[in-house]
């Protein structure tokens, strides 16, 4: 019988040195790729295996404490409603934690955004695209900013982030006033939480996302075999995208349900959010993984040195990464205010920074730079999502739903800590 595991390169040298290449390695059977998958995990090298387990997990515990709530498409609609905002404020924080940077004035940034565009709404009556447009550049100005800050004078990043947490929600409040808030009516805004996608359309675009996984995956292993690397079985690449479209046919079928409380109104198909979410998802996800920046930001989060050496702009990127953070979190800053209907002085504050660390966190982004993708904010935040709205279900007191939430963020943070050591100490 062959060998299951073929290596591209011998993994030693006559003399028994490590040759380097002990990881490019390829497996040709079911079999194989699964026990490689568990080497790599006892490797220290977790992904998105703790996110995932917590989304099962949590949603078995729910489901089986209140199984009248939990998993009804009303709920379900929710906790996509619920989660978008912290999701999409992770994505932007992924980018700035692969550097081994924080950014503790992410939430606030959406609230100042969000406070632009709702004046714009209601004292200027500007049409939502420029009020919308005004949040987005506001978002992208601040970042220029507090990039400027970080890479250009070498403020450390905790120290920069936490002087503009104050400072901006000063701003939010000058723009809003004590005590008051803003309201936003805009019908086209307010869709974003409020409307849903048609069911045929829904179903059409979850045809759309599972064809075009497909045909990346496909076509990603067809060009790693033909030019020799490292790639998996032509069975796991099937597994992997049987097990994708399950998940989207299951979303798409349970969202297309009729929802609605009362008799004579339809409430059905995908909530606006989502395929927001999955458009920034996919965006984001080509941008790291498939080009020259995506690779000189893991270059710099690796070891900004060696980076610098090699001709990356180390500078440029820990710019950028702010850029594409505080974008993203006037994004957030937008679909909080559309599901909230109004922004107010607190918007962006209290626990809203946490929660997003935490999803990017558990979902399998590290602390410590140069590991993470932009799908850990979408499972991260899941997790986080199911918490909130799983304890909301089981009317936890607050003081409770804290402790819980917190310890769950102390749990993921010892795990990534645990790992890295894990992996330090194997070689990986």
Known sequence: MSSTI??????????????????????????????????????????????????????????ILRPETFLTPRNMANLADQAAPII???????????????????????????????????????????????????????????????????????VVTLALFLGWQGVTLRLIGQGGTVPVRDDVITAISDKNLPVVLGWVLAVVVIALYALLQLNRWRTQKAKGLAHQPFAVVLIRIGVIAAVVVL??????????????????????????????????TFLLGRTSYGRHVYAVGGNAEAARRAGVNVTKIRVSVFVIGQTLAAISGIVAAARLGSVSPGSGAGNTLLYAVGAAVIGGTSLFGGRGRVRDAVLG???VAIIANGLGLLGTEAYLSYIITGGVLLLAASVDALARRRAAATGH
Request: net charge negative.
């Open 6 to 63: 073929s290596e591209s390169t011998s993994a030693q040298e006559p003399g028994g040195a490590p040759s380097g290449f002990e990881a490019d390695r390829t497996a040709d059977s079911v079999g194989g790729a699964a026990r490689a998958y568990v080497d790599k995990v006892r490797g220290g090298d977790l992904g998105a295996l703790p996110a995932i387990l917590g989304i099962v997990v949590l949603g078995i515990f729910f489901t």
């Open 88 to 158: 999409i404020l992770a994505m932007g924080l992924v980018f700035v934690l692969l550097l081994g940077e924080i950014d503790l004035s992410a939430g606030v940034v959406s609230g100042v955004c969000a406070a632009v565009m709702a004046k714009l709404l209601a004292d200027a009556g500007s049409p939502w695209y420029v009020a919308v447009l005004a949040a987005i550049v506001t978002g992208v100005v601040i970042g220029l900013f507090t990039g400027s800050l970080v890479g250009l004078i070498g403020i450390p990043s905790f």
């Open 251 to 284: 979303v798409t079928a349970v969202l297309s349900v009729d929802r609605a409380p009362a008799v004579g109104v339809v409430l059905a198909g995908i909530p606006y959010a989502i395929p927001l979410v999955v458009i920034l998802l996919l965006i984001l």
């Open 381 to 383: 935040g899941l997790v």
